[in-house]
């Protein structure tokens, strides 16, 4: 039987290096793999020895695109390690520091990265000719979240303002009512948005998907909650390890993650969408029906659909806490020098993000442990692509390599942040 290999050696359009491996013979797919050569970078390695008040800055260097969710899930670490309680008020802002960069990270991913899959352009640079106004909506909407995130961490990437038990600083009423202008035209150009996206022609491309993701009690969840799946995973992020564990593969400098005892799952957009839609405010549950969605969607080409309704639940979110905002007393409570463990679970972008964190009596890191999103997703992936493939086999091959890019994007990998630890083995002679 015929053997051929579908290879794209630098995946565009995603954050990072990776390339693509399909192997066929005749018409079967005999292997596939997601290949994320970009190195290690060994942040788990570094931070150790490191004091508490410096993990923060420190691991939002992980990712330019979701910094606040590796400051964040640090902090939330921290807190728990420690037994520390913040004003509530901080915690609002905390979620609006959450809104800013899932409004940045997902108007970049709509309009810049995904968008051109569908309409048929190699990047967003050849779409605009033909679609400027489109683009131009993005990089507003993209705007917007850089401004939010700039006003409550001090400046658009890698913000400094974020620490264990609040903010350093925190904005003025005035300062973020200014933002309010700019929130109502988003949350309008988000409804938009999806119901642009919702005009794509998306493949019939349904998966029995394992989805996770945080799930609170009463709202929908960016950075608090328990971890939920959708095949009966209900657990604090202290039981985390209990239902996940990672492993390495030859082909990639990511691991692997999969559920114990079954296998691949799916974190990000379709699965918080899945477990939490009854949280989201009314307006995007109604545009989400409009949108011809379904509860689940289990169709990872329509996440572009769902990074939309998204996007309408982060203004919304965004405008709902800046019109009940009063200042805290302070901007942050103490954290003493301590001994600890603590761990925490957050929301970035593209889905659960885990912390684990050890610390000596003098408030320095033992030990360290992060996984990312996209290292949870990876073996989804591939699986997504062993399924699409024979699908494809009737095209020419430059629309299957195509089409096998475009289902990596559908995920939104951020290549950078996976490649977060590498088992090293010698071998002497």
Not at 14 to 26: F, P
Not at 75 to 89: K, L, M, Q, W, Y
Not at 261 to 278: I, M
Not at 395 to 414: F, S, Y
Request: glycine share 6%.
């Amino acid at each position: 039987m015929k053997t051929r290999t579908i290879k794209v050696d630098y995946l565009a359009r995603v954050e990072g290096e990776g390339a693509l491996a399909v192997k066929l013979r005749g018409d079967k797919v005999v292997d596939v793999q997601l290949r994320i050569f970009e190195p290690p970078r060994l942040f788990e390695a570094f931070v150790r020895g490191r004091h508490f008040s410096e993990l923060p800055d420190l691991v939002a260097r992980i990712c330019g695109i979701c910094p606040i969710a590796y400051q964040m899930c640090a902090v939330h670490a921290i807190e728990r390690a420690f037994a520390i309680s913040i004003d509530p008020t901080v915690r609002l802002l905390r979620r609006l520091f959450y809104c800013g960069e899932w409004i940045g990270s997902h108007a970049l991913h709509i309009y810049m990265l995904h968008a051109p899959d569908f309409l048929g352009y190699p990047d967003a640079i050849h779409m605009a000719r033909d679609h400027r106004s489109l683009v131009e909506q993005g990089l507003r909407l993209k705007k917007i979240g850089n401004r939010i995130v700039s006003l409550l961490g001090g400046r658009e990437i890698h913000p400094v303002s974020a620490t264990a038990g609040g903010f350093y600083r925190v904005p003025s009423r005035r300062e973020l009512e200014a933002l309010a202008a700019d929130l109502e035209w988003g949350l309008e150009a988000s409804v938009k948005t999806a119901r642009f996206a919702s005009t794509l022609d998306f493949p019939d491309f349904e998966q029995d998907y394992e989805f996770v993701s945080l799930f609170h009690p009463l709202e929908y969840p960016l950075n608090e909650g328990v971890v939920k799946s959708s095949k009966g995973i209900h657990a604090d992020a202290d039981f985390y390890d209990q239902h996940f564990t990672e492993y390495q593969v030859e082909h990639s400098n990511a691991l692997h993650s999969v559920v114990r005892g079954r296998g691949s799952y799916l974190v990000g957009p379709l699965a918080r969408f899945a477990l939490n839609f009854d949280r989201l405010p009314p307006a995007a549950r109604q545009v989400a029906r409009e949108c011809g969605l379904s509860v689940p969607c289990n169709n990872p080409f329509q996440s572009i659909i769902v990074r939309s309704i998204e996007l309408i639940f982060a203004f919304s979110e965004a405008l709902r806490i800046i019109k009940a905002y009063h200042p805290p007393g302070q901007p942050r409570v103490p954290v003493p020098d301590q001994a600890g463990t603590g761990c925490a679970a957050t929301e970035a972008p593209r889905g659960l993000l885990y912390h684990h964190y050890g610390f000596d009596e003098g408030g320095l890191v033992k030990s360290a442990r992060i996984v990312p999103p996209t290292s949870q997703n990876q073996k989804r992936m591939e699986e997504d692509l062993r399924e699409l493939v024979p699908r494809l086999l009737h095209l020419p091959e430059p629309e299957i390599t195509w089409k096998c890019e475009q289902a990596v994007r559908n995920h939104d990998p951020c290549i950078s942040c996976a490649t977060h630890f590498l088992q090293l083995h010698l071998e002497r002679v």
